[in-house]
């Protein structure tokens, strides 16, 4: 404490000087009219300035709350998706009876860890066993098809990303042609781009072909986009079209997605075990 007081007082004559300068600016500004609006308005310039950088800085701090909000809308939104209930069907005596009842719901999660550099990539979301998650359960974002649930721990789960040479492959319906036919999959390659593989070259596939899920798969609801096709190549040897899928999903950019929880899977897997248990 003592060498503060003993530092102040050998620099007393500076802090005097500092002191009589700012007294002496106060009297101009206060006394010239010139002076006096140059100061405030630069003064206001700067408080402006001041509070746009606060504004900024508060706004990027709450991002994660605006992103939990935002996924949780989208969520609550996608839960009332037709494609989300199946219909059942009662005759009572003369009166059709038709039932909307829900097939799949979701759970949101954060993506904590992503590579799309391998040839086959994973990523690691912060949702387990605790929550429900299971093997095999699907996984997608808001812009598409993201992949397939592999590993599950109490509070962590390992996704199988579709950018996968040989892990995971998806049937797709081709909406312009309402039919299920053919594959994507990754050739390990361009992260951006998939490739559509099994069609028949006397096939009406165009570019420009959205191509979604399709009704069929136990793993995704009907009709989550999985890419566009960018470009189709045809050899007179082979009687497949060559087609490229630019992917709906960026996956270097992806942070948040769904799990999807299929509410009769159980039901239909103990059916089909049973069937294949009679027909051997």
Not at 25 to 34: D, F, L, M
Not at 253 to 278: A, M, W
Request: aromatic residues 12%; hydrophobic residues 40%.
């Amino acid at each position: 404490m003592n060498s503060i007081f003993k530092y102040i007082q050998r620099k007393l004559h500076v802090l005097l000087f500092l002191l009589l300068e700012l007294f002496c600016i106060i009297i101009i500004v206060r006394n010239n009219v010139y002076q006096s609006a140059y100061y405030f308005n630069n003064t206001k310039k700067i408080s402006a300035k001041i509070n746009e950088v606060n504004n900024h800085l508060f706004d990027y701090v709450a991002l994660y709350q605006k992103n939990e909000a935002l996924t949780n809308e989208n969520l609550m939104l996608r839960q009332h998706l037709k494609s989300n209930y199946v219909i059942e069907s009662k005759k009572i005596f003369e009166i059709n009876d038709t039932v909307y009842k829900q097939r799949y719901k979701y759970l949101p999660a954060q993506i904590i860890a992503n590579s799309t550099n391998r040839a086959n990539n994973y990523i690691t979301i912060n949702r387990g066993k605790a929550s429900g998650i299971e093997q095999g359960m699907g996984v997608f974002c808001p812009e598409g098809v993201v992949g397939i649930v592999e590993r599950v721990s109490e509070n962590y789960s390992i996704v199988v990303s579709l950018l996968s040479t040989n892990k995971f492959k998806i049937v797709p319906k081709i909406k312009e042609l309402s039919y299920t036919k053919g594959s994507v999959e990754w050739d390990g390659k361009d992260p951006l781009f998939l490739a559509l593989k099994g069609i028949n070259k006397y096939e009406a596939l165009k570019v420009g072909n959205h191509l979604v899920t399709s009704p069929y798969t136990k793993i995704f609801p009907e009709n989550i986009p999985i890419g566009l096709v960018s470009e189709i190549k045809q050899s007179s040897s082979d009687p497949f079209f060559k087609a490229t899928i630019k992917s709906s999903v960026n996956f270097g950019k992806i942070q948040n997605v769904y799990i999807v929880i299929d509410l009769f899977k159980s039901e239909i897997e103990q059916l089909e075990k049973q069937t294949i248990i009679s027909n051997p």
